[in-house]
């Protein structure tokens, strides 16, 4: 099975400080659903991997992300693309759950439920977290320097193999070419 994992905020859509609450805020990023719609195409299952703690947070509920969620696939079938499905971890920073980045919890999940094994699957994301739930998973991480991937990228101590790309529409081209 071709699969690859992506982080939502800052990988696919504008990353805010103060957490996407609403569709409203819900904004791609240029040639972010282009790419996936790439990804579709050519036969890939995309699966989204994301920290909410805004809803454990009371920032927004279920339903609103429900509605992001569906803003977001609205526009990606528009450029001819397709999520497969959307893993989430509703925890804070401090409730000890083992699906919060940078434990692998969600990635295990996607395996489980894919039922297959994610070694050298690309995961695609924008932090430090996103790339050691990858690895800790098997995956082969991949860092877009959209989002907060120009400063952690700065921050330096990125884990051994990260592959380090503009934005998804060149991570695209770099794997779909290889």
Not at 56 to 73: D, P, V
Not at 115 to 144: E, Y
Request: hydrophobic share 40%; proline share 5%.
């Amino acid at each position: 099975m071709k699969l690859v994992i992506l982080d939502r905020d800052g990988v696919i859509n504008q990353d805010s400080k103060a957490f996407i609450k609403s569709p409203a805020e819900w904004i791609a990023l240029p040639g972010s659903l282009e790419a996936i719609a790439r990804l579709s195409q050519a036969g890939w299952r995309v699966v989204i991997a994301s920290n909410q703690s805004g809803l454990s947070r009371g920032m927004f509920s279920m339903e609103t992300l429900n509605a992001i969620h569906a803003k977001m696939r609205t526009e990606l079938a528009q450029a001819g693309g397709h999520i497969d499905s959307v893993f989430i971890c509703p925890h804070g920073p401090d409730d000890g759950c083992a699906c919060r980045k940078p434990k692998p919890g969600m990635y295990t999940d996607i395996a489980r439920r894919y039922d297959v094994s994610l070694k050298d699957v690309p995961a695609v994301g924008d932090s430090l977290r996103d790339l050691q739930a990858s690895v800790a998973a098997g995956c082969a991480p991949w860092l877009v320097l959209t989002g907060n991937g120009q400063k952690t990228l700065d921050q330096g101590d990125l884990p051994a193999g990260t592959r380090i790309v503009k934005d998804l529409a060149a991570f695209v081209d770099s794997w779909l070419e290889a």
